[in-house]
T-cell receptor, first 111, second 116 residues
Framework: GIQVEQSPPDLILQEGANSTLRCNFS?????LQWFHQNPWGQLINLFY???GTKQNGRLSATTVATERYSLLYISSSQTTDSGVYFC?????????????FGRGTQLTVWP | NAGVTQTPKFRVLKTGQSMTLLCAQD?????MYWYRQDPGMGLRLIHY???????AKGEVPDGYNVSRLKKQNFLLGLESAAPSQTSVYFC???????????????FGNGTRLTVT
């Protein structure tokens, strides 16, 4: 099956710093989604981004489908950005409805 | 709109007991999913459904059964709970867009299950 690898596994930042999270995948995909799991366990969809670049406030994401990776940028990080960031992919040609998740990047932002 | 609602939020079972986790969505989504989340493992797909009356196996289906009798509900059953099923369970839903691709996934808040 497809491999979805996220890096780094852990990231510790001071408030105000910028960061880049990476998601590599081993097969062609129909779409890619980024999620944030907050410290209370809630999973929130951040981006639905099969290709190109999208921005939402301090967060932006870029997917280069031909090179099989996606990047999530967090600028001017805040303590509320802490949590785990997951990417998930929908594999092209596979049964519709199946998403494959990476193991996540644990982000801790200190004040 | 409530979105995706899971019940219960917490449950403790003894080995061999059975239970059903309930998931309801009010967004008229065709697709519904059950995932489990274990430390360091990310989210793994247990079962999913692409429409009312249909179900399919995911990555880790053993020990679980599901039913989708109504479009808005997706039930996950454990017939004989085992300690290995201690986990956090998430339900999610999505729709299929005009390109036949998944829409953004919407998650419930999770059910924390402990099997002793």
């Amino acid at each position: 099956g497809i491999q979805v690898e996220q890096s780094p596994p852990d990231l510790i930042l001071q408030e105000g710093a910028n960061s880049t999270l990476r998601c590599n995948f081993s097969d062609s995909v129909n779409n890619l989604q980024w999620f944030h799991q907050n410290p209370w366990g809630q999973l929130i969809n951040l981006f639905y981004i099969p290709s190109g670049t999208k921005q939402n406030g301090r967060l932006s994401a870029t997917t280069v489908a031909t090179e099989r990776y996606s990047l999530l940028y967090i600028s001017s990080s805040q303590t509320t950005d802490s949590g785990v960031y997951f990417c998930a992919v929908d594999v092209r040609g596979s049964t519709l409805g199946r998403l494959y998740f990476g193991r996540g990047t644990q982000l801790t932002v200190w004040p | 709109n409530a979105g995706v609602t899971q019940t219960p939020k917490f449950r403790v079972l003894k080995t061999g007991q059975s239970m059903t986790l309930l998931c309801a969505q009010d967004m008229n989504h065709e697709y519904m999913y059950w995932y489990r989340q274990d430390p360091g493992m990310g989210l793994r797909l247990i079962h999913y459904s692409v429409g009312e009356g249909t179900t399919a196996k995911g990555e880790v289906p053993d020990g679980y059964n599901v039913s989708r009798l109504k479009k808005q509900n997706f039930l996950l059953g454990l017939e004989s709970a085992a300690p290995s099923q201690t986990s956090v369970y998430f339900c999610a839903s999505s729709y299929v867009d005009s390109f036949s691709y998944n829409s953004p996934l919407h998650f419930g808040n999770g059910t924390r299950l402990t099997v002793t």
